[in-house]
């Protein structure tokens, strides 16, 4: 005997054998490519910038924002043989919008964070010549 139950958000089903072996009359319905509850990605069926994708880490919602999606359109939508090479004005006022909330949009010091973390008197060095000949005679 198939029953169901609710326990919380989730449907718990139970069937039995018997009802796995006729076969299914469910329908399937195609999605509606214009349904704006539907799950998009980053570019819309229609080639516009989803600006509500989880992608975009709110940066569109943001005091930034109107500056962030100028950038971003113009970005989307250059037609330059270097895409966004026409974009600098724009993404220069993003950058400087940003600025101006850093505790927002911290500035990605990882340079200066590498070189703080490197022991002194520790520098990188180019192989020698040693070095090299052993790797190439190894590789023969």
Same mark, same amino acid.
Request: proline content about 7%; aromatic content about 8%.
């Given at each position: 005997?198939?029953?169901?139950?609710?326990?919380?958000?989730?449907?718990?089903? *139970?069937?039995?054998?018997?009802?796995?072996?006729?076969?299914?009359?469910?329908?399937?319905?195609?999605?509606?490519?214009?349904?704006?509850?539907?799950?998009?990605?980053?570019?819309?069926?229609?080639?516009?910038?989803?600006?509500?994708?989880?992608?975009?880490?709110?940066?569109?919602?943001?005091?930034?924002?109107?500056?962030?999606?100028?950038?971003?359109?113009? *970005?989307?939508?250059?037609?330059?043989?270097?895409?966004?090479?026409?974009?600098?004005?724009?993404?220069?006022?993003?950058?400087?919008?940003?600025?101006?909330?850093?505790?927002?949009?911290?500035?990605?010091?990882?340079?200066?964070?590498?070189?703080?973390?490197?022991?002194?008197?520790?520098?990188?060095?180019?192989?020698?010549?040693?070095?090299?000949?052993?790797?190439?005679?190894?590789?023969?």
């Amino acid at each position: 005997m198939s029953y169901c139950r609710q326990e919380g958000k989730d449907r718990i089903i *139970f069937v039995t054998k018997e009802d796995h072996e006729t076969p299914s009359n469910a329908e399937l319905v195609a999605d509606d490519p214009n349904d704006p509850y539907e799950e998009h990605g980053l570019i819309l069926p229609s080639g516009d910038i989803n600006w509500n994708c989880p992608c975009l880490g709110g940066m569109a919602s943001g005091p930034c924002g109107e500056q962030f999606k100028s950038a971003f359109s113009c *970005f989307h939508y250059s037609t330059e043989d270097v895409k966004g090479s026409d974009c600098v004005d724009q993404f220069r006022a993003m950058q400087e919008c940003m600025q101006k909330y850093p505790d927002l949009y911290p500035q990605d010091d990882d340079d200066d964070e590498d070189e703080k973390k490197k022991p002194e008197g520790l520098e990188e060095t180019a192989p020698t010549e040693t070095t090299t000949t052993k790797k190439e005679e190894s590789a023969s």
